[in-house]
Every structure is written in C-alpha cells, then in structure tokens.
C-alpha cells in the first residue's frame, strides 16, 4: 500500500489502519489563523503520529534510511517536542541517520539527554546503546570499561522494564566489548544471551556493516524482499 503525504510517497505494506493526513492542513490552518489553534494542534499531532509511523516502519523494513528520514524529520517537527511520541520518533530518526556516524553519534546523544529530563528511561537507554554502538562499530575510539559500565545500568533497566530487545543489544554490545579486550569466555556468554533475547524479542538485530545473524530460521520474514 503507498499513500502520500504532502508530497511524500510513502509505501509500507499494511498501513491501512494509518489514515492519511497532510500536514498541509496543519500549515493552512495556522496561515489562515495567524497562530495555533487547538484544532491546528489535532491537525499537527496526528500528522506527526502517522509521519513517525510511516518511518518506524522504513527502519523495521530495512528500506532506504533516506526515506525513513524524511518522514522522521517531518514527523519530530510536528510532534509536541520532549513528549513520549516526539522522543521514540526522535529515536528513530538517529537510526535512520547512520550514514553519517558524527551526525547520529550526536543525534542519540541529544535523545538521550531528552529523555532523561523527560523521565523516559527505556528511550534514553536505547539512545545510549545506540550511541556505543557507532562508537564500537564505527571509527571511534572505545573506553571500554566506561561503556560496558553504561550497558550493566542499562541492562538493569531493560530488565526492569522487560525490554527483551533492548536486553538483545546490550548483550550483543557486551560481546563485542569482551571480544574486544581478549575476554573470549565472557564474549561467548554474552553472546548466548544476546540470541537468547532476540529470540524472545523475536527481532533481527543487524550488527553494522556485518552479516545479519537469524537465531531461527522463521526470522527471515523480518527481512527485506
């Protein structure tokens, strides 16, 4: 299914429970006002939802990140900053930003501080995954000690809320820090437990720039065609 939202193509299968609405409406309505309403404020909420869902789905698709960009950026200017919508589009925006690893190192670190003043623990725990993650993977340097310090609270936190995805990243980064640092018993353990939880998650966690890893078979439907 493909609808249009002010101008944008935007095709993901099954979004027939996702109504299109342009943001246009929000904008005329403003124009014609001189300043928001709370009917301009309906308008702008709804388009932002469905322009964070839209691109939500891109991620999970593995589509172009441009293209999950585009409905993000749209999405985190019309949603209510710092709330809980704003912030999981903001989240997605990050990953949708990878392409530029400086550019989505900062951007996970700007959700994460948001988060964090917004009381949203498990969002501003993935943005910190997140960030680790260009770090360790991409052409950073790597403070080990420190990070995997930042994965044991976030792992208490992820137990806490059970977030077995995010219990599957922190496992997954753990392993990599252990192999990293020569800790081959500690990096298989924490690997056991990274597919244990993206078992449970049933998700497919792609590591960067390496070959995605399915824990079942059954797993492949996540991936794109």
């Known amino acids: 299914m493909t609808w249009s939202v002010d101008g944008l193509q935007v095709g993901v299968e099954d979004r027939a429970h996702i109504p299109p ?25 709804r388009a932002g939802e469905q322009l964070a869902a839209a691109g939500h789905q891109y991620l999970l698709q593995g589509d172009v990140r441009a293209s999950a960009a585009a409905s993000l950026l749209r999405a985190v200017e019309l949603l209510p900053k710092d709330q809980h919508a704003w912030l999981e589009a903001s989240l997605d925006l990050a990953e949708a930003q990878r392409g530029d690893q400086e550019h989505a190192r900062q951007a996970y670190e700007t ?20 960030r680790l993650e260009i770090e360790w993977f991409g052409q950073f340097e790597g403070d080990w000690d420190q990070g995997l ?19 599957a990243k922190a496992w997954r980064l753990k392993a990599h820090a252990y192999s990293s640092v020569g800790d081959s018993p500690k990096a298989r353990e924490a690997a056991e437990q990274a597919i244990e939880f993206v078992r449970r998650a049933d998700a497919v966690i792609v590591p960067p720039g390496c070959p995605t890893l399915l824990t079942d078979e059954d797993q492949r439907r996540h991936l794109p065609d």
């Open 149 to 167: 310090q930042e994965i044991d609270s976030a792992t208490w936190t992820f137990v806490k809320l059970s977030d077995n995805l995010g219990l």
């Open 111 to 130: 959700v994460r501080h948001a988060a964090e003043r917004a009381g949203d623990e498990r969002i501003a725990k993935h943005a910190l995954l997140g």
């Open 21 to 45: 609405v342009k943001p246009k409406a929000h904008r005329d309505r403003v124009q014609e006002l001189g300043h928001e309403d709370d009917h301009s404020r309906r308008l702008a909420l």
